[in-house]
């Protein structure tokens, strides 16, 4: 059951991150013009970074004295998953034909919700599973407080 609990607190937290994410990502592209993947590399380090706290203090309750070691932990497991969103994106724009960045739309919901922002909440479901993972097994370790 610690598994499941910290799993769902691991949830909580990379939903706020994905608050973050989202918010920088659409002010990245839709204010700046950014490149699809340079914004979404960006928002992505700015939620990584968030998610670090948010995990150390409540996640994972950590008591690391060495936080910058801690925090490199964790930023290099959020650098691979930033790879691995990046490559479930780059492959899902390749994969659906008419989804390109010059096709400009793509489902038609209540609202108009672009592409690029369906492909990056997939990349969200999957990179998610690999982060939990990646921080209980190396950044947070030898962590054995109870959630």
Request: hydrophobic share 55%.
């Amino acid at each position: 059951m610690n598994l499941i609990w910290k799993f769902i607190k691991f949830g909580i937290v990379g939903f706020s991150g994905m608050i973050v994410d989202y918010g920088f990502l659409i002010l990245f592209v839709e204010v700046f013009h950014w490149p699809d993947l340079v914004a979404n590399a960006c928002s992505f380090t700015l939620a990584a970074s968030s998610n670090y706290l948010f995990n150390r203090i409540w996640t994972f309750r950590s008591h690391e004295k060495q936080v910058g070691k801690e925090y490199l932990k964790f930023f290099l497991v959020s650098l691979v998953g930033l790879g691995i969103s990046t490559l479930t994106i780059y492959l899902l724009e390749l994969a659906l034909p008419g989804w390109s960045v010059e096709a400009g739309q793509g489902f038609h919901f209540v609202i108009f919700i672009k592409y690029f922002y369906v492909l990056k909440f997939i990349s969200i479901v999957i990179t998610t599973v690999w982060n939990f993972f990646g921080n209980l097994l190396f950044t947070f370790r030898n962590n054995n407080t109870p959630a």
